[in-house]
């Protein structure tokens, strides 16, 4: 059972970008405060999934909502540019999806997930998965009020993914080394990612994944406390 809402949609120029302004940073942050106020009047955990395209974050969330689904009510919001593609594949698992399409913007904010939150009833849900634009850089910086940061990461991107993109590993509560079961294909070391990111943030949980097999979802729902 698929149970797409209609998806939220991007004004043109509505999305702040940190290149043109940084005091558009600012009004995100503000954003962001009221969204977590929100989220928390309602007893609602929401976790950002963050992550390059391909890296595994929808399959993650496909897992973690198979996972969860029978101790929390779950709904999630799918950043993609113009398809609904991850928002359907979540769906299938008896959700609620809300697609956020940004248009051409590589990042969600806190006033698109803001809008969001109109598709859905928070009363009605306890966990709220928001999977990021796939897009390693500019998610950093918009926090969009989330309780916890995933950042998802692959072996498939080779063995400096963690280390070039430093910003987002520092704001990451969590980081998956997805895809594990490809490493010695790709000439990866797992456990060099795990160093590497211990090294940019000594608070993160790492957790090395197959989530196609379902190999570590068990770990990421410890680390995030779930
Ligand atoms: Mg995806
Ligand atoms: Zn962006």
Redesign the pocket.
């Known amino acids: 059972m698929t149970r797409l809402k209609e998806a939220v949609k991007a004004e043109e120029g509505e999305i702040y970008d940190i290149e043109l302004d940084a005091d558009l940073l600012k009004v995100n942050e503000e954003l962001a405060a009221k969204n977590r106020e929100l989220l928390r009047k309602h007893n609602v955990t929401a976790i950002d999934v963050m992550g390059a395209?391909g890296s595994g974050?929808?399959t993650l969330i496909e897992k973690l909502v198979q996972a969860l689904k029978g101790k929390y009510r779950i709904a999630a919001f799918?950043g993609?540019l113009t398809t609904t593609i991850?928002a359907g594949l979540i769906g299938k698992h008896g959700v609620e999806v809300v697609p956020i399409n940004t248009g051409k913007e590589c990042h969600l904010d806190a006033n698109l997930v803001r809008k969001a939150f109109k598709r859905i009833n928070l009363a009605e849900i306890d966990l709220l998965f928001i999977?990021n634009v796939?897009n390693l850089i500019c998610p950093a910086d918009f926090p969009l009020g989330s309780e916890k940061r995933i950042v998802v990461v692959s072996v498939t991107e080779g063995p400096y993914m963690v280390v070039k993109h430093p910003f987002i590993f520092m704001r990451a509560d969590v980081a998956v080394i997805n895809k594990k079961d490809l490493a010695q294909a790709m000439g990866v070391d797992v456990k060099k990612l795990e160093t590497d990111v211990k090294e940019i943030n000594p608070n993160a949980k790492v957790v090395a994944t197959n989530c196609r097999s379902g190999e570590g979802v068990i770990e990421v729902v410890c680390a995030l406390g779930l």
């Open positions: 395209i974050k929808t799918k993609d991850d999977e796939g």
